[in-house]
């Protein structure tokens, strides 16, 4: 796989998190951890069968403990960001979480550029830019805590599933994409699940409702982390982490033609100074030194 198709493949998956926002509203009665939990039920009963048919044994990828890891983090993840926007609303959540996340993967990934510091930098700025513009930002201790606890589990997911991916200095060979993806939602789901027996379900009971479920399942969450996943074989944790600033711009451009809302002129140049970043961070992306080894994928 070429460094221009790893880079199409994490774009297209963290444009596909943008449209969780916007679907969201659906069913604003749900709870952030209903919703949390049945989105990773929905993606793990679909990947399981999915990475058997492929031939990719997720059971075998459980075996990497770096799997495990990724697992927790994403349950993680679900928690802290969907309380997180509850206490500090949408915009200061989302600024927080997904421009941390970057900053937290080159920490926990070690080896950076200085190419990278720099578009990372451009797209930070520009997301500042993009959240004052669209709406009122309004910060409270608790909600910043878990925001950038949520930034912090987002990036160690992405790091995690990169060495997963790609496999180390064992002489086990690295899992495919698939048996990754798959072995970490089950984890994911498992330890989610008690959200399932002590939250209001009776969201699911109308078609909205399902219509939501499975959406947020199959489209931001079984084909997006497939696809960063994917790209994780080729691209380092902290361009991927940075190329995830994709995730705004594309829930701003939602908001504007299925919600009606209007950002301001700074809210557009935030928006183009993302995709400046973005542009920057593809231009110069390294690719990650090739350890895969018997991968069926």
Not at 41 to 66: D, F, I, K, Q, Y
């Amino acid at each position: 796989m070429s460094q221009a198709t790893a880079v199409a493949q994490v774009v297209a998956g963290t444009a596909l998190f943008g449209t969780v926002g916007t679907v969201r509203t659906l069913v604003p009665e749900a709870s952030g951890a209903s919703v949390g939990a049945v989105r990773v039920l929905v993606a793990a009963v679909v990947l399981v069968p999915l990475a058997a048919w492929a031939g990719e044994r997720w059971t075998a990828a459980l075996t990497h403990r770096a799997v495990w890891v990724a697992g927790a983090a994403q349950a993680a993840f679900q928690l802290t960001f969907l309380s997180a926007v509850l206490l500090t609303g949408v915009a200061a959540g989302t600024l927080l979480a997904i421009g941390s996340a970057p900053v937290f993967a080159g920490f926990l990934h070690r080896r950076t550029t200085r190419a990278w510091a720099a578009a990372t930098a451009v797209g930070v700025a520009g997301l500042v830019l993009l959240v004052a513009g669209g709406s009122s930002v309004r910060l409270q201790p608790d909600g910043v805590v878990l925001a950038l606890l949520a930034g912090l589990s987002y990036a160690a997911y992405t790091v995690a599933t990169g060495r997963a991916v790609v496999g180390g200095p064992s002489h086990r060979p690295a899992p495919g994409p698939l048996a990754v993806t798959a072995g970490t939602f089950v984890v994911t789901a498992a330890l989610l699940s008690p959200a399932l027996l002590s939250t209001d379900l009776s969201w699911l009971g109308s078609v909205e409702g399902v219509g939501a479920a499975l959406w947020l399942g199959l489209a931001p969450t079984v084909a997006s982390y497939l696809l960063l996943a994917r790209g994780l074989r080729r691209l380092a944790a902290p361009v991927v982490s940075t190329l995830g600033l994709t995730e705004p711009v594309v829930a701003t451009g939602l908001a504007v033609a299925v919600l009606g809302e209007r950002p301001t002129p700074v809210g557009w140049a935030g928006a183009l100074l993302v995709l400046v970043g973005l542009a920057l961070t593809a231009l110069t992306a390294t690719s990650r030194p090739a350890r895969v080894r018997g991968s069926t994928a």
